[in-house]
Every structure is written in C-alpha cells, then in structure tokens.
C-alpha cells in the first residue's frame, strides 16, 4: 500500500485518468473529491462489497425456478401487430 500524505487542496494523480483531491479536513473525517472517465466506477468500499456479495450470490444460486409467463391472446385472422413509427 502506498501512503502518501497530502493537505487540503492537495491531489494525487492515478494513471494520468484518475484525479484525487483532498477538499477538506474536519476532525477525522477527510472530504476527498474524485474525477474519474465515466467507464471506470467509483464506490465506497461498504457498497463496492455489497455489489460483490450480491454478485457472488447470484452466481451460485442453482435451479431458481423462473415465473411462469401467461399465455398470451392469438392476434385475429387478418389483423397485423407491428411495432413502428
């Protein structure tokens, strides 16, 4: 783990793509600001877990049974359903 020690108004620079600045200092909590590409996401550690944990989830469920859907109506002899315009 790299540590490095910054004061308010400072930054850090992640693979030229990915800037950090540390906005403000309140006692022991640190406002950070993050500009990150839209492509790369950016979580708080407790939710970036929760998204694994449900992923991780919904990978070994097995043999979920899926609703069943109702039949749908026949279209009438001579009437077109079409999606459009």
Same mark, same amino acid.
């Given at each position: 783990?790299?540590?490095?020690?910054?004061?308010?108004?400072?930054?850090?620079?992640?693979?030229?793509?990915?800037?950090?600045?540390?906005?403000?200092? %309140?006692?022991?909590?640190?406002?950070?600001?993050?500009?990150?590409?839209? %492509?790369?996401?950016?979580?708080?550690? %407790?939710?970036?877990?929760?998204?694994?944990?449900?992923? %991780?989830?919904?990978?070994?469920?097995?043999?979920?049974?899926?609703?069943?859907?109702?039949?749908?109506?026949?279209?009438?002899?001579?009437?077109?359903?079409?999606?459009?315009?």
């Amino acid at each position: 783990m790299l540590i490095l020690s910054r004061k308010s108004g400072e930054s850090i620079v992640i693979d030229g793509r990915i800037h950090v600045k540390i906005v403000r200092v %309140e006692g022991d909590v640190v406002k950070i600001g993050i500009e990150a590409p839209a %492509e790369v996401p950016v979580h708080r550690r %407790e939710v970036y877990e929760e998204i694994q944990c449900s992923n %991780e989830q919904a990978l070994t469920r097995q043999n979920v049974a899926l609703p069943k859907l109702p039949q749908s109506t026949p279209a009438k002899p001579g009437i077109t359903i079409s999606k459009g315009l």
